[in-house]
């Protein structure tokens, strides 16, 4: 009797999840770290049950768009427009201020401008679903914290639009003029959305009510309206993943379409599986085993960086020294937008071999590690969502 040679594969990937994922519950760990040796275990550069990089790389990238357009459904238009000034001033003072110590790191190596904005661009952005699952189990969404550190995901998020318009006029190729309009109107399309989304009290999608009855429906209109505008965005020059996200937030503001969380659920569980999964395949055992502490000076000098300069940010902006210094810890990995800034850089030649191999491996065990210095700083802080603040003059 004839087995279709993928049941294997999947059959192995389920059993690696579960068993790490029981291993690292009982060890009191988030199921992210799972999923990650999950996909370091299976993959190529571990038991190789999938080793065929453009499957795994297409597996990642719809992973990627489900993932945000859940993220995109979690975001709350009026907690971001009460909190505007914190999204707008404290990213663009975080990309300069990362920008700025890179620049520094860069002229003692002689690098080039292109790959110092690079550089600072993949390590200002955080991730928003390591973050957004961490403060979902820990019961910190609504805290004033988890509010602050999430207005300056979603805009970090939305940052990735000039980000990838930058990166494509610094690769030192002849851009069609054609493809930059393309990018410049699909930056439009998407803000414009966003626009209407936080200008309206609530959006109304054509066929909701009807849709309302009928579970099976709603489930595909949802799935569509995720995937369209993830079509339109990748059509149009940018990240099919920031398309994703732009469709999360209409659902999000959007008061028929309350049933999309209990409707995806399931999907969302699997995606975000399928996509830290896909992050531990990426990462290369051998460049970590000839690169140990190389690897381990620049992540902890990254994540410490970015613990600090997030808190002194956060603090100038009015947060109290212990909440800003815990958003910090919060935002101090390095984010899964980055991996489609590194991917363009590394197509544009902008990013050489070695170096591209270094940021991956980098990117991916910061996410890995990122859930226990978090633990560690609130720790370290007294759990500053569990007290009230100290007054500003203590």
């Given at each position: 009797m004839h087995i279709d040679p993928a049941l294997p594969i999947v059959v192995s990937a389920m059993l690696a999840i579960l068993i790490i994922g029981l291993i690292l519950r009982a060890l009191q760990q988030p199921q992210i770290v799972g999923y990650i040796v999950a996909g370091l275990v299976i993959g190529p550069q571990g038991l190789a049950l999938l080793n065929d990089a453009e499957l795994i790389g297409r597996i990642g990238g719809m992973g990627l768009i489900v993932l945000l357009f859940f993220v995109g459904m979690e975001a709350s238009p009026g907690a971001l427009l009460s909190r505007w000034r914190l999204a707008i001033f404290g990213v663009i003072l975080q990309v300069l201020a990362t920008i700025g110590l890179i620049w520094l790191i860069g002229w003692?190596?002689?690098?080039?401008?292109?790959?110092?904005?690079?550089f600072g661009f993949v390590i200002s952005l955080s991730s928003t679903a390591v973050v957004l699952k961490l403060l979902k189990d820990w019961k910190e969404l609504d805290t004033q914290t988890g509010q602050s550190v999430l207005v300056i995901l979603l805009a970090q998020d939305m940052a990735l639009i000039p980000m990838i318009i930058a990166i494509n006029l610094m690769s030192g190729e002849s851009i069609q003029t054609s493809e930059l309009i393309a990018q410049l109107v699909g930056a439009i399309i998407l803000i414009g959305i966003a626009a209407w989304v936080f200008a309206s009290d609530h959006v109304r999608l054509p066929?909701?009510?009807?849709?309302?009855?009928?579970?099976?429906?709603?489930?595909?209109?949802?799935?569509?309206?995720?995937?369209?505008?993830?079509?339109?965005?990748?059509?149009?020059?940018?990240?099919?993943?920031?398309?994703?996200?732009?469709?999360?937030?209409?659902?999000?503001?959007?008061?028929?379409?309350?049933?999309?969380?209990?409707?995806l659920e399931p999907f969302r569980v699997v995606f975000v599986a399928v996509f830290f999964v896909y992050i531990g395949m990426l990462i290369d055992i051998d460049y970590v085993r000839d690169n140990p502490l190389k690897l381990a000076l620049l992540i902890a000098v990254i994540v410490v960086i970015n613990t600090l300069l997030n808190a002194l940010i956060l603090r100038v902006l009015g947060s109290s020294w212990r909440r800003a210094s815990y958003a910090g810890a919060l935002l101090s990995q390095i984010g899964e937008f980055s991996f489609i800034l590194v991917a363009m850089a590394h197509a544009a030649r902008i990013l050489?071999?070695?170096?591209?191999?270094?940021?991956?491996?980098?990117?991916?065990?910061?996410?890995?590690?990122?859930?226990?210095?978090?633990?560690?700083?609130?720790?370290?802080?007294?759990?500053?969502?569990?007290?009230?603040?100290?007054?500003?003059?203590?």
């Amino acid at each position: 009797m004839h087995i279709d040679p993928a049941l294997p594969i999947v059959v192995s990937a389920m059993l690696a999840i579960l068993i790490i994922g029981l291993i690292l519950r009982a060890l009191q760990q988030p199921q992210i770290v799972g999923y990650i040796v999950a996909g370091l275990v299976i993959g190529p550069q571990g038991l190789a049950l999938l080793n065929d990089a453009e499957l795994i790389g297409r597996i990642g990238g719809m992973g990627l768009i489900v993932l945000l357009f859940f993220v995109g459904m979690e975001a709350s238009p009026g907690a971001l427009l009460s909190r505007w000034r914190l999204a707008i001033f404290g990213v663009i003072l975080q990309v300069l201020a990362t920008i700025g110590l890179i620049w520094l790191i860069g002229w003692f190596y002689a690098w080039p401008l292109s790959l110092v904005i690079l550089f600072g661009f993949v390590i200002s952005l955080s991730s928003t679903a390591v973050v957004l699952k961490l403060l979902k189990d820990w019961k910190e969404l609504d805290t004033q914290t988890g509010q602050s550190v999430l207005v300056i995901l979603l805009a970090q998020d939305m940052a990735l639009i000039p980000m990838i318009i930058a990166i494509n006029l610094m690769s030192g190729e002849s851009i069609q003029t054609s493809e930059l309009i393309a990018q410049l109107v699909g930056a439009i399309i998407l803000i414009g959305i966003a626009a209407w989304v936080f200008a309206s009290d609530h959006v109304r999608l054509p066929f909701a009510k009807k849709l309302r009855a009928d579970h099976e429906l709603q489930v595909f209109a949802a799935l569509l309206l995720c995937f369209g505008l993830a079509l339109i965005s990748g059509e149009l020059g940018l990240s099919t993943a920031l398309g994703a996200f732009v469709a999360g937030l209409v659902v999000s503001s959007a008061r028929e379409t309350k049933w999309v969380h209990e409707s995806l659920e399931p999907f969302r569980v699997v995606f975000v599986a399928v996509f830290f999964v896909y992050i531990g395949m990426l990462i290369d055992i051998d460049y970590v085993r000839d690169n140990p502490l190389k690897l381990a000076l620049l992540i902890a000098v990254i994540v410490v960086i970015n613990t600090l300069l997030n808190a002194l940010i956060l603090r100038v902006l009015g947060s109290s020294w212990r909440r800003a210094s815990y958003a910090g810890a919060l935002l101090s990995q390095i984010g899964e937008f980055s991996f489609i800034l590194v991917a363009m850089a590394h197509a544009a030649r902008i990013l050489p071999d070695g170096e591209y191999r270094l940021i991956v491996a980098v990117i991916a065990i910061s996410l890995m590690l990122s859930p226990a210095w978090i633990a560690l700083c609130k720790v370290l802080l007294g759990h500053p969502e569990g007290k009230p603040d100290r007054p500003r003059n203590a």
